[in-house]
Structure formats: structure tokens, C-alpha cells
């Protein structure tokens, strides 16, 4: 069955330091986002992305964010400059437009 | 904006118990609502959906959950609980039109031998 991958499963990084995350959503699917989830708290949106462009973001998802799917399989998330707050669970997600969203399991970001 | 809410983070059910998780939503347009279950180490796995149509919806592992309008209600039930459900439990509700969830709290549901 398909599924969405991400690696790495567990980040560690130093403050002020650029992170970035890769997912593989599903080969077929159009559409991608990404959300996270700080311990303790909801799973938040961050973004989503279609059609090699951002289709709408949060108000979390600030210019220390960006997205990108640089060779037609692969989603990257980048961090520029990574916060303490940063620390989190983030998960990669992707539907086929449809109403399901098939998530990947995860990358534990710990921003020392 | 939509939103949800999951009360009571932590629920304990004993084995074979029913397991009733609830869920209350809002939102301005008629909603797309899910329940996803996490297992520990893994991702976010679909139990089930409403979109449109019988409000009584049935999912995997003997799930169902009823859509009421008049209560915003989106309630979890399983007659009667498996150890293997122990995991944690997320409703969500997809706003605008691509389709952005919006997640409850989550329960983190502990099955009692």
C-alpha cells in the first residue's frame, strides 16, 4: 500500500542553525502539507502546496519557512534559522484532491 | 474559524468496555470531518470520515461516529474496547477549500485489562 515517508525520524540541532525535512508524499497525490505539533499541544497547520506553489499557509509559517518540491518527488520543509519554539513533531501529508489526507510519520525536530 | 474540541486528554476504558470519545466542532460551512488515530512511533492513520451523505459513519477496527448538526458533534464509539486500541485519538474538521485540517487536542485513550 502507498504510503508518505519522511526522513529523518529525529533531528537534533543547534539554535540558528537551517534544518531541512524531506518527505515522499504518495506518487500520484497533487497535493502536500506539512504540519507540526509542539508536545503537549494540537497537531497545527503550517501549509499546504499545489501545482508547485503555495496554496495557503499559516500564520506560523513565516519568512523562517519555506517549502519546496525540487525534483518532482520529494517535499522539502526548511528552517532558516531554527527557534527553541521550533522544537516539535512535524508530519508531511498528501491528498489527491479529494477529501482524505495521508500522513507521513513524522520528523522530531529538538532545537537545543 | 473552524476548530475542534476533544475534552478530557487522558481516558481509560476497562477491556470490552465501550470506548466513547467526543468531539464538537465549528465551522461556518458545512464540514468534512475526520478521526485519526496515532499509535506511538507512527503517523497519523484514518479511522474514518464524514463528507457528505449517511451521518452515521463506520471506519476500521469496529469504529463509527455520528454526525449531528444540531449538536456540532462528531462523537467516537466502539462497543467494546481491544487492548490494541490503546493509542491517541485526534478529531478534525478540513477547512477552506484546500482542504486544511484544523485538530482537536486529542485523547490519549489507555485500555485497562
Known amino acids: 500500500e502507498p504510503e508518505v515517508t519522511q526522513t529523518p525520524s529525529h533531528q537534533v540541532t543547534q539554535m540558528g542553525q537551517e534544518v531541512i525535512l524531506r518527505c515522499v508524499p504518495i506518487s500520484n497525490h497533487l497535493y502536500f502539507y506539512w504540519y507540526r505539533q509542539i508536545l503537549g499541544q494540537k497537531v497545527e497547520f503550517l501549509v499546504s502546496?499545489?501545482?508547485?506553489?503555495?496554496?495557503?499557509k499559516s500564520e506560523i509559517f513565516d519568512d523562517q519557512f519555506s517549502v519546496e518540491r525540487p525534483d518532482g518527488s520529494n517535499f522539502t520543509l526548511k528552517i532558516r534559522s531554527t527557534k527553541l519554539e521550533d522544537s516539535a513533531m512535524y508530519f508531511c501529508?498528501?491528498?489527491?484532491?479529494?477529501?482524505?489526507?495521508?500522513f507521513g510519520p513524522g520528523t522530531r525536530l529538538t532545537v537545543l | 474559524a473552524q476548530s475542534v474540541t476533544q475534552l478530557g486528554s487522558h481516558v481509560s476504558v476497562s477491556e470490552g468496555a465501550l470506548v466513547l470519545l467526543r468531539c464538537n466542532y465549528s465551522?461556518?460551512?458545512?464540514?468534512?470531518l475526520f478521526w485519526y488515530v496515532q499509535y506511538p512511533n507512527q503517523g497519523l492513520q484514518l479511522l474514518l470520515k464524514y463528507t457528505t451523505g449517511a451521518t452515521l459513519v463506520k471506519g476500521i477496527n469496529g469504529f463509527e461516529a455520528e454526525f449531528k448538526k444540531s449538536e456540532t458533534s462528531f462523537h467516537l464509539t466502539k462497543p467494546s474496547a481491544h487492548m490494541s486500541d490503546a493509542a491517541e485519538y485526534f478529531c478534525?474538521?478540513?477547512?477552506?477549500?484546500?482542504?486544511?485540517?484544523?485538530f482537536g487536542k486529542g485523547n490519549q485513550v489507555v485500555v485497562i485489562p
Open positions: 478534525a474538521v478540513a477547512t477552506g477549500g484546500n482542504n486544511r485540517l484544523a
Open positions: 502546496f499545489y501545482n508547485n506553489e503555495i496554496s495557503e
Open positions: 465551522s461556518s460551512v458545512p464540514p468534512y
Open positions: 501529508a498528501s491528498s489527491d484532491g479529494l477529501d482524505e489526507q495521508f
